[in-house]
């Protein structure tokens, strides 16, 4: 079954941190890996990508307290998320895409910072 699965969310004290993880199942040809997020009432946002020659890319609201990380071309990406803030509060979604033009969503998982 083709799919992306993700784990690591979860309840943190703001300035606390979190890690994400990411796997493919049966995705082929990945040429780049992500995470967005989706808080509540608002549309899905970027957080970061990764593509597979190592470059990465990431929301501003995020640089300089999320990493991500990973190997795209094994379908694994991963988020670490440092001096979280209740505003990083969403679900968080990975993302894949391959040469082929196919775009792959993972189910989402919670991440709540409480004040």
């Known amino acids: 079954q083709v799919r992306l699965v993700e784990s690591g969310g979860g309840l943190v004290q703001a300035g606390g941190s979190l890690r994400l993880s990411c796997v493919g199942l049966?995705?082929?040809?990945?040429?780049?890996m992500g995470w967005y997020r989706q808080a509540p009432g608002k549309q899905r946002e970027l957080v970061a990508t990764?593509?597979?020659?190592?470059?990465?890319n990431y929301a501003d609201s995020v640089k300089g307290r999320f990493t991500i990380s990973g190997d795209v071309v094994k379908s694994t990406v991963y988020l670490r998320m440092n001096s979280l803030k209740p505003e990083d509060t969403a679900v968080y979604y990975c993302?894949?895409?391959?040469?082929?033009?196919?775009?792959?969503w993972g189910q989402g998982t919670q991440v709540t910072v409480s004040s």
């Open positions: 049966g995705i082929f040809n990945i040429n780049a």
């Open positions: 993302n894949a895409h391959t040469t082929l033009g196919g775009n792959y």
């Open positions: 990764i593509i597979s020659g190592g470059n990465t």
